[in-house]
């Protein structure tokens, strides 16, 4: 089975651009999570969506958003890009059946913003 | 709100040797836990999950224990090797819908 993809896998933006990142789930999978790693933070939820609602938010500004699509693909965009926003950006997906619950993780999309 | 703490931050030891990492948590009523593995840069690998009926959770050279009551979990690797240096992540999930709630990692340094 393949894993967790996303794309694209690095991004360099300019502040007050917007960006939309791309996440694919383990087949499957119904559930996806967002997350913002940074050094000074760790890793902070942004939401989750499962069979297309979104089911979890993080604290994060109106700025960040996203979508989960009936093939189970989801997207998150960020508008008006801040420095602050620099980090890995992370998807999990999970399977809710089995009640485990368990995430897989992908491998990230790096972004910079200058 | 839900708090994960891991000790130390950052851990440094000769291979072979036999180590255990920290992971506590402040709310005992949780669902599971799960520990991961993340190498510089990239995604994270789980390693292990613990459901809240479990006590342990045994991978290879890789052990986890989870204390509900005491609201701790640690991971024990056994004859460490090289390749076991990387960031070592614990993350707690209060309820099935609820999202995992991480600590700050433990970067481990095993030194050949």
């Known amino acids: 089975k393949a894993g967790v993809t996303q794309t694209p896998r690095y991004l360099i933006k300019t502040r007050g651009q917007q960006v939309t990142l791309s996440c694919s789930p383990i087949?499957?999978?119904?559930?996806v999570s967002w997350y913002q790693q940074t050094p000074g933070q760790g890793l902070q939820f942004l939401f989750e969506?499962?069979?297309?609602?979104?089911?979890n938010k993080g604290n994060f500004p109106g700025r960040f958003s996203g979508r989960q699509f009936s093939n189970s693909r989801s997207e998150m965009n960020v508008s008006t890009l801040e420095l602050g926003d620099s980090a890995l950006y992370l998807c999990?997906?999970?399977?809710?059946?089995?009640?485990?619950?368990?995430?897989?993780f992908g491998p990230g999309t790096r972004l910079t913003v200058t | 709100k839900q708090e994960v703490t891991q000790i130390p931050a950052a851990l440094s030891v000769p291979e072979g040797e036999n180590l255990v990492l920290n992971c506590s948590f402040t709310?005992?009523?949780?669902?599971?836990l799960q520990w991961f593995r993340q190498d510089p840069g990239k995604g994270l690998t789980s390693l292990l999950l613990?459901?809240?009926?479990?006590r342990e959770q045994t991978s290879g050279r890789l052990n986890a224990s989870l204390d509900k009551s005491s609201g701790r979990s640690t991971l024990y690797i056994a004859a460490s090797q090289p390749g076991d240096s990387a960031t070592y992540l614990c993350?707690?999930?209060?309820?099935?819908?609820?999202?995992?709630?991480f600590g700050k990692g433990t970067r481990l340094s095993v030194i050949a």
């Open positions: 999990a997906s999970s399977s809710q059946g089995t009640g485990s619950y368990e995430q897989y």
């Open positions: 087949s499957g999978h119904r559930s």
């Open positions: 969506y499962f069979s297309e609602t979104q089911r």
């Open positions: 709310d005992s009523a949780i669902y599971n």
């Open positions: 613990i459901q809240s009926s479990q």
């Open positions: 993350a707690v999930r209060d309820s099935g819908n609820t999202p995992l709630v």
